[in-house]
């Protein structure tokens, strides 16, 4: 991991504790980026890189929870609050609702550190994830209409002539469809294709959900 891979956004109202968690960060090989509002920090050009977002619970324009429940559908980095008010409800609802820490003000550097290392690599993962998953919609676009068909049925363990007799064709021509898929998904084994499949949340046929043959 190198300082030129991640960034930290740090979000606090008070300056000076901005500026000590940059001359912190930056003594670690970490960039930071600082917003002294909950606002600043939601209208600014962000890259698009491996992020962690520290978070102040008391803001001049939104309590820090409240922010992070605003924020839960838009794609944000994993978050560590810190507080100099911190409470064991306010802890709790914040980890349930996913941060990966609650640090009471005055913490230490390594406590935050353990935290911040934590949310990044959270967050490449999640990164890693959600690449993956888009490079598997892009192969299943691929797919000819009657590929898609064919799919389902293949990783419901059917037979080929079961599966060619539940879409009225040969058994030929389902293998043919059947080597198709697996070329186009990339997948190097049908347990492969099987997962892909269930990140992809596709359905087993009717007939094999069903208790069919």
């Keep these: 991991m190198t300082a030129e ?22 003594s670690y090989g970490i960039r930071a980026i600082t917003f002294g509002s909950a606002g600043e920090y939601a209208r600014a050009a962000k890259p698009e890189m491996t992020a962690c977002l520290v ?8 309590n820090g929870l409240d922010f992070q429940t605003q924020i839960a559908n838009a794609g944000h980095p994993p978050i560590v609050f810190i507080t100099g ?13 996913g941060a990966v820490d609650f640090l009471t003000k005055p913490f230490s550097d390594a406590d ?13 993962e999640e990164r890693a994830a959600r690449d993956e998953l888009g490079a598997l919609r892009r192969r ?24 060619a007799a539940e879409l ?7 293998q043919m469809h059947r080597r198709n898929v697996m070329q186009k998904m990339d997948a190097a084994s049908l347990a492969d294709l099987v997962r892909m499949a269930e990140k992809l949340e596709i359905p087993l046929s009717g007939s094999r959900r069903a208790g069919g043959p």
């Design 5 to 26: 891979d991640h960034v930290v956004f740090v979000v606090d109202d008070d300056a000076r504790i901005r500026e000590a968690l940059v001359d912190m960060l930056e």
């Design 168 to 174: 009225g064709i040969s058994e030929v021509t389902l």
């Design 55 to 62: 978070l102040d619970v008391e803001l001049p324009d939104i």
């Design 112 to 124: 935050l550190m353990a935290a911040i290392r934590t949310a990044l690599a959270r967050d490449r």
């Design 85 to 97: 008010h911190g409470s064991i409800p306010a802890s709790v609802r914040a980890i349930r609702h």
């Design 140 to 163: 299943h676009a691929d797919l000819t209409p009657r590929e898609r068909e064919v799919l389902p049925l293949v990783i419901s363990g059917l037979l080929n002539k079961q599966a």
